[in-house]
């Protein structure tokens, strides 16, 4: 490979561990040791009560596969990758067009001495800025590409070794919650069996009494009948 080339080396990689907080600070020593350091980190516990952790990690790009090497063997490796971006390119381009703006800032600067006018001297001054203010956008440029070619990012992803999962017996709190739904529901009904009682209660009595007197009535004059057919 052309040692001149610029390269971006970033990895991913996911682990099952025994135990999630001891492997991070282990995560954080490997990187100290190769002078590297701990970027971001993240502590989770879903639903389940299952534990994870993710870690980006920062390390010297020439020390990527030495810190991959010390930190797979944490836990068993569930999935790996690792990435590589040329950015050469870019790099002859930035320091193709600062060069040429240096060049210019130079002759705006020898112009600006020679200017004679306010008019011609607030002219050169405000192309003087554009060109520094353009020069400054790159250089901040090349600075943050090299220290991406310069550092690697490792995004480290951590899970807990799963117990599946806990069966219980019996639970209680599931039992005394549906027992007290039961309770609100016949309560419920007997609540309103009542008012329905209360309230229709005056509307049949009536009812109920003329056909009771119409039944007697009837079965009187049947007796009646009855009797003197005899």
Known sequence: MNPLRKLIKNATLTLRVEAIAGTTEKIRAKADQLGGFISNSRFDVDSQKTESATIEA??????????????????????????????????????????????????????????????????????????????????????????????????????????????TFWDMSGTVGNAWFLLKLSLRLVLQAAIYFVFLLPLGLPAWWAHRRATRSSGLKRDFVEENLH
């Open 58 to 167: 920062k390390v010297s790009s020439d020390k990527l596969d030495q810190f991959l090497l010390e930190i797979e063997p944490l836990g068993k490796v569930l999935s790996k990758s690792e990435t590589g971006q040329d950015v050469t390119d870019q790099f002859v381009d930035m320091e193709a067009r600062r060069s040429n703006l240096e060049r210019e800032e130079e002759s705006l600067l020898v112009i600006l001495k020679s200017a004679r006018g306010l008019k011609d001297l607030l002219a050169v001054e405000q192309e003087l800025a554009r060109v520094r203010g353009e020069l400054e956008a790159i250089e901040g440029k090349l600075k943050h590409l090299n220290y991406q070619v310069d550092y690697s990012t490792v995004a480290v992803t951590l899970t807990a070794t799963g117990q599946g999962p806990t069966v």
